[in-house]
């Protein structure tokens, strides 16, 4: 099935410093959402982005949907040692009866001590 | 407010047996989506049910069927096991009149043998 592309595949930063992810695809997504998944547990939604051009934050967390509607940002300020998880990108037609979820390949955030 | 749970945990079957793995979807949610996610890999969309009926299909075969009950709970059955539908399947809920986000559960942890 289809996978966005997610880069990095990997980081692995130390405490305190800032990262940067990105999404794209080759389709356009009306609406992009990120989700954090743990070993073992579902995905936790993070942040859903509606509007061309919108930028949102969550407390440390600031995504954004770009203007051309096929590519999504997510930064992360400060790092602290519960961030390290996988994180997904998701992007969705969002209208009735196609609502399903197209996801990324995952970034895998690693703190170094 | 009671998020999204599935039961079993964890399921072991041998290739070639059927298995049942059940949803029941966050309160005021009426929509449920169902996911399969491979080791390493992103979610891939297998089916949506809304008013009790299958509302939306991804690149799955027909050995994948589901079922929404009037409460809004769901099935995801698996005919003829193969070796390859051993996965993480996550179910997902939303209510497209309010917003189009996608909130997941813990996730059945699927073992085929």
């Known amino acids: 099935g289809q996978q966005l592309n997610q880069s990095p595949q990997s980081m692995f930063i130390q405490e305190g410093e800032d990262v940067s992810m990105n999404c794209t695809s080759s389709?356009?997504?009306?609406?992009w959402l990120w989700y954090k998944q743990d070993p073992g547990e579902g995905p936790v939604l993070l942040i859903a982005?509606?509007?061309?051009?919108e930028l949102t934050s969550n407390g440390r967390l600031t995504a954004q949907f770009g203007i051309t509607r096929k590519d999504s940002f997510l930064n992360i300020s400060a790092s602290i040692p519960s961030d390290v998880g996988i994180y997904f990108c998701?992007?969705?037609?969002?209208?009735?009866?196609?609502?399903?979820?197209?996801f990324g390949t995952g970034t895998r955030l690693t703190i170094i001590p | 407010d009671a998020g999204v749970t599935q039961s079993p945990t964890h399921l072991i079957k041998t290739r070639g047996q059927q298995v049942t793995l059940r949803c029941s979807p966050k309160?005021?949610?009426?929509?449920v989506s169902w996911y399969q996610q491979a080791l390493g890999q992103g979610p891939q969309f297998i089916f949506q049910?809304?008013?009790?009926?299958?509302?939306q299909r991804g690149n799955f075969p027909d050995r994948f069927s589901g079922h929404q009950f009037p409460n809004y709970s769901s099935e995801l059955n698996v005919n003829a096991l193969l070796l390859g539908d051993s996965a993480l399947y996550l179910c997902?809920?939303?209510?497209?009149?309010?917003?189009?986000?996608?909130?997941f559960g813990p996730g059945t942890r699927l073992t085929v043998t």
């Open positions: 997902a809920s939303s209510n497209g009149l309010i917003r189009y986000e996608q909130y």
């Open positions: 389709s356009i997504f009306n609406t």
């Open positions: 982005l509606y509007k061309a051009g």
């Open positions: 998701a992007g969705q037609g969002r209208s009735f009866g196609n609502e399903k979820l197209t």
């Open positions: 309160s005021g949610h009426d929509t």
């Open positions: 049910y809304y008013e009790e009926e299958e509302r």
